[in-house]
């Protein structure tokens, strides 16, 4: 017998075709779990953001304007970094839920003690971004995985900022002279 057009591609080479093309399909699209978790790091983002109003306030309230607004603008920034969760998020198709955040501290008991809770949030944030990366690679979600780059190099420099500062309030710049030069350095930073 001759064969047919139809029997060089029999029934379930079709089905797998049609398989794969539903997969690629769905795989454009984000998963319910890749949103929640990208909606919870935009909160864990504005958590950051009202962490540092607080300690910026608290700078205020020791006179050191110019560390009050270097923390000022990590604020801001933070906030530009929990917009672009969302913006991901949306872009996706998904929806950008806005969670409670929680109140931050309010007092510190020195510059330096201000500074390290910046620090230790700073490098559990980076644990967080690793868990979403993670995540992406469980779910192989590449464009999550890609999207989530430009966070694991912000987290090296945003550690690194604030290590330099700490390190520098450990060294004697914690008091007197150096830490008023302090200061008037932080302050050269613009808020945008
Ligand atoms: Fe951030
Ligand atoms: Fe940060």
Redesign the pocket.
Known sequence: MMHTSFSVHPFEERLEEAFLRQTSDISLMISPLMVDELNKQAN??IY??CLYLAISDYFESVNLKGFAKWMKAQAR??L???DRFYEHIIDRMGRAKVLAVEQPPFEWSSPADAIRAAFDH?VK?TGL?NGLVNLALSEKDNTAFNFLQW?VA??VE?EKQVDEILQRLKIGGGQGAGLLLMDSELAQRKVS
């Open positions: 864990a983002e950051s953001s920034e933070e530009a970094h929990a700073e944030v971004i966070f912000e987290q945003e």
